[in-house]
């Protein structure tokens, strides 16, 4: 058997125990280090599995997403959240879908502290689906713009999605966050455009709420001082050149931790709890790098790459041609796949093709990170859709199916957005000198 054949089969066979819920980093390990031994003599092979697992979680890059996390969760426990949601709200919740885009915009600044979609989701669900349900919301409508808005939580910077695609292809960290800003502020508006065009359709969907005085306003803003401080630090730090991205996610770790004080939201069972969740997020992610890694060794070894970039580039396939079939896949598998199981299963022989026809790499992460996303609200398996059911168990999956098709048409108009005006993604890494065609 042709190696590229080994690598064929070992792809399609880790593909199917992901599938069957076989944890991935089990699924990616188990096929890695089988398909190494049947290529090369148990000597050699030896030597690769000692060493491998260790080389994958050593990079100091990786340091990042340990201490992203751990931003993540106590800015979480310091109550950010609700501020975040009470302070946009004081400004836009008296207008019809208000309250439902309120929670889409606390959604984004809070996804650009935490980093995490799910975590998103799950901390915005708790804080703003009771309210809205309490004003008479349609549960489709509130229930689908917070499992919308906790999407944005993988794309706005810091996104540890964007930095374990960084790490895996050798790309600039801080150039994929700023290519990452503008989709990110323009999923925001479409999301917050596709609440407006809702209610606007079905005025029942969304009561008009009680106006706000602007002396209630300001109170509300300045409570938001905190989670506006941390993004400035991190972000802005980053873009200014003043931290790298390393250095950006320590201060932010420390920043968290020190609000969280300051708030007097931080005990000991607050910092037990913190650091236990901490750890416990950071070593499911290096167990999966850790698969990852023996898995993509395999898939290198075996030749398929190669192979494929090079039967590819033969068949004369336009690159657009290439990259929408790409991204159709990756829709499709997201229906069924967790976002991180999906990149870094895919990743590297994805990387190969779409760099073999002359796409920017950090262009494409930002594409493939949006395309992604979309998966995590995709019924059947979206796990946004379930993370909302969790938090409200009267909210069945059918009914957050139907409301969170509108959502999912903005993030498609997005992405043909970002394919046709390539610059919505690079001018921002370009202007600060971080990356560019």
């Known amino acids: 058997m042709a190696t590229e054949w080994a690598g064929l089969i070992g792809f399609v066979v880790a593909l199917g125990l992901a599938l069957l819920r076989v944890p991935v980093a089990v699924a990616m390990a188990l096929v890695g280090i089988g398909g190494t031994l049947m290529l090369m003599d148990w000597s050699s092979a030896s030597y690769v599995m000692a060493s491998l697992p260790f080389e994958a979680i050593f990079p100091y890059g990786l340091s990042v997403v340990p201490l992203f996390i751990f931003m993540g969760v106590f800015a979480s426990?310091?109550?950010l959240s609700g501020n975040l949601f009470r302070g946009i709200t004081a400004f836009a919740g008296h207008r019809r879908g208000g309250l439902a885009a309120s929670s889409v915009g606390a959604s984004a600044i809070f996804g650009a502290i935490c980093g995490s979609s799910?975590?998103?989701?799950a901390t915005m669900g708790r804080v703003a689906l009771p309210e809205m349900q309490s004003r008479g919301y349609a549960k489709s409508l509130a229930g689908a713009s917070i499992a919308a808005g906790g999407t944005l939580g993988v794309l706005i910077p810091p996104s540890i999605l964007l930095v374990i695609y960084a790490l895996m292809t050798e790309q600039s960290i801080g150039a994929l966050f700023a290519g990452?800003?503008?989709?990110?502020v323009l999923a925001t508006l479409l999301y917050i455009a596709s609440i407006r065009l809702q209610v606007m359709r079905k005025p029942d969907l969304a009561?008009?709420?009680e106006y706000t005085p602007w002396s209630?306003?300001?109170?509300a803003l300045w409570r938001m001082w905190d989670a506006i401080v941390l993004i400035l630090l991190v972000i802005g730090g980053i873009y200014a050149g003043l931290f790298s991205p390393t250095e950006a996610a320590a201060v932010g770790a420390g920043g968290a931790l020190l609000f969280a004080f300051i708030r007097k939201k931080l005990t000991w069972a607050v910092?037990?709890?913190?650091?236990?969740?901490?750890?416990g997020m950071t070593g499911m992610i290096f167990l999966i790098l850790i698969g990852a890694s023996l898995f993509n060794f395999f898939i290198e070894t075996s030749g398929l790459t190669q192979t494929l970039v090079n039967w590819i580039t033969s068949q004369g396939f336009s690159p657009l041609a290439v990259l929408i079939s790409l991204l159709v896949f990756y829709v499709v598998l997201g229906c069924f796949m967790d976002s991180l199981s999906m990149i870094l299963l895919t990743v590297v022989p994805a990387y190969s093709v779409i760099t073999g026809v002359g796409y920017d790499p950090v262009w494409f992460g930002v594409v493939l990170v949006s395309v992604v996303e979309i998966g995590l609200i995709t019924p059947p398996i979206g796990m946004n859709l379930f993370i909302i059911q969790g938090v409200s168990p009267d909210m069945n999956i059918a009914t957050l199916s139907r409301g969170i098709l509108p959502f999912i048409a903005a993030d498609f108009i997005r992405v043909v957005l970002m394919i046709a005006i390539p610059g919505l993604i690079m001018w921002l890494p370009q202007m600060l000198g971080l990356g560019g065609y």
């Open 77 to 79: 426990h310091s109550g």
């Open 118 to 121: 799910l975590a998103t989701c």
């Open 180 to 184: 990452a800003m503008i989709p990110g």
């Open 207 to 209: 009561p008009v709420s």
């Open 216 to 219: 209630q306003r300001w109170g």
């Open 271 to 279: 910092l037990r709890s913190g650091i236990r969740e901490t750890a």
